[in-house]
């Protein structure tokens, strides 16, 4: 297992921006499909990114243009580039390996409002 610790969540004003961090073991996320999800209370857990070994990147139409995933192999570190913030984009964001997820780690909120 892999320990998954996120970071960087908190309160923006809508077309705000935020970068998201999640830790863990750098050799395992250079040679898995990772993602970052999120969960809105009462929603189901919805992928929003997600990063192949190759480094190739896609996102949902959602998110498109406005998120942007990136890994740092040297820091075992999986980043989250979010602007033009929405009031729908508030939820819990959580990061994991897209098949066979690890435990998942605490999240870290983003909360979008004026």
């Not at 949902?60 to 984009?89: C, H, W």
């Not at 098949?99 to 870290?108: I, K, L, M, R």
Request: glycine letters at 12%.
């Amino acid at each position: 297992q892999v320990q998954l610790e996120e970071s960087g969540g908190g309160l923006v004003q809508p077309g705000g921006s935020l970068t998201l961090s999640c830790v863990g073991d750098g050799r395992l996320f250079s040679s898995n499909l990772m993602g970052w999800y999120r969960q809105a209370p009462g929603n189901e857990r919805e992928w929003v990114a997600r990063i192949f070994p190759s480094g190739s990147t896609l996102y949902p139409d959602s998110v498109e243009g406005r998120f942007t995933i990136s890994r740092d192999n040297a820091k075992g570190a999986i980043y989250l580039q979010m602007k033009s913030l929405k009031p729908e984009d508030t939820a819990a964001y959580y990061c994991n390996r897209m098949v066979a997820p690890w435990d998942w780690g605490q999240g870290t909120q983003v909360t979008v409002s004026s």
